[in-house]
T-cell receptor
Framework: KQEVTQIPAALSVPEGENLVLNCSFT??????LQWFRQDPGKGLTSLLL?????REQTSGRLNASLDKSSGRSTLYIAASQPGDSATYLC?????????????FGKGTKLSVIP | DAEITQSPRHKITETGRQVTLACHQT?????MFWYRQDLGHGLRLIHY???????NKGEVSDGYSVSRSNTEDLPLTLESAASSQTSVYFC????????????FGPGTRLTVL
């Protein structure tokens, strides 16, 4: 059974700092990995999706990398801002034929201090 | 703009009552999913559907049911609500393609007293 772990569970950084959020998964046979952002009391917003054949994806100040063989992904946030404060979740899609379900980590709660 | 909506956004009910949570998407996505989110457990899959008349059980399906009569809607029914089903429920959808990026609704907070 796939298990997804995110470390740390919470992180507090001063504004302007570059930071890295980590995601690991136990079964490397994945189709893709998706990073989400969740604001308090809100739904999940998709940030980046990396296919298993890709090494990284970028969107603005966000860069996500994937090392499938080692079962790891990182989300790099450059020049953090207070508006980046949220919980960040990663989720993996298994590679089984016709399988579209996601397995989620429990998230990293990020606080960016002005 | 295409979107995914859930209703109600908040619901309080009593133990033993039947409750139905609505999910509606306008992306014409084939796939729809229901998750629950609880402290300490993260998001867990309840049921999912890959198309009209198709439904499948997820990790925590006991006490829940879904039906898919059209592409846009996947209502989630709690047959006899229990206090353990107090949670935040999220609906999501995606195209049945290789990319399969999932998009989430705003959630329904359900309290069972």
């Amino acid at each position: 059974k796939q298990e997804v772990t995110q470390i740390p569970a919470a992180l507090s950084v001063p504004e302007g700092e570059n930071l890295v959020l980590n995601c690991s998964f136990t079964d490397s046979a994945i189709y893709n990995l998706q990073w989400f952002r969740q604001d308090p009391g809100k739904g999940l917003t998709s940030l980046l999706l990396i296919q298993s054949s890709q090494r990284e994806q970028t969107s603005g100040r966000l860069n996500a990398s994937l090392d499938k063989s080692s079962g790891r992904s990182t989300l790099y946030i450059a020049a953090s801002q207070p508006g980046d404060s949220a919980t960040y979740l990663c989720a993996v899609r298994g590679s089984g034929a016709g399988s579209y379900q996601l397995t989620f980590g429990k998230g990293t709660k990020l606080s960016v201090i002005p | 703009d295409a979107e995914i909506t859930q209703s109600p956004r908040h619901k309080i009910t009593e133990t033993g009552r039947q409750v139905t949570l609505a999910c509606h998407q306008t992306w014409n996505h084939n796939n729809m999913f229901w998750y629950r989110q609880d402290l300490g457990h993260g998001l867990r899959l309840i049921h999912y559907s890959y198309g009209v008349q198709d439904t499948n059980k997820g990790e925590v399906s006991d006490g829940y049911s879904v039906s898919r009569s059209n592409t846009e809607d996947l209502p989630l029914t709690l047959e006899s609500a229990a206090s353990s089903q107090t949670s935040v429920y999220f609906c999501a959808s995606s195209f049945g393609t290789r990319r399969n990026e999932q998009f989430f609704g705003p959630g329904t907070r359900l309290t069972v007293l």
